[in-house]
Nanobody
Framework: QVQLVESGGGLVQAGDSLRLSCAAA?????MGWFRQVPGKEREFVAS????????YYADSVKGRFTISRDNARNTVYLQMNSLKPEDTAVYYC????????????WGQGTQVTVSS
């Protein structure tokens, strides 16, 4: 069973940057970052395929966030620049277990708080 552990969250000011990491134990395929605010549904942020050659972003983060992966370290990253208060959320990474499948394994989440 694959396990995912996120790290890198914290409290920053608007305009600052943070880099989240998601370390995986086990084989992963397409991986994604999601975020959730209390009382709201979890929303998609970004995804990256296994080779790293294909990435997708939510419109709300395009141009500010960059997803990448280092398969040698079995780790996916989310570089977040120009952070806004509305980016405040718990950020989760997740992985699909087969090509074209749904996200099956989730991390425990890391809190990102952006103050104005």
């Amino acid at each position: 069973q694959v396990q995912l552990v996120e790290s890198g969250g914290g409290l920053v000011q608007a305009g600052d940057s943070l880099r989240l990491s998601c370390a995986a134990a086990g084989r992963t395929f397409t991986m994604g970052w999601f975020r959730q605010v209390p009382g709201k549904e979890r929303e998609f942020v970004a995804s990256i395929n296994r080779s790293g050659g294909s990435t997708y972003y939510a419109d709300s983060v395009k141009g500010r966030f960059t997803i990448s992966r280092d398969n040698a370290r079995n780790t996916v990253y989310l570089q977040m620049n120009s952070l806004k208060p509305e980016d405040t959320a718990v950020y989760y990474c997740a992985t699909k277990m087969v090509v074209g499948g749904s996200y099956k394994v989730w991390g425990q989440g890391t809190q990102v708080t952006v103050s104005s």
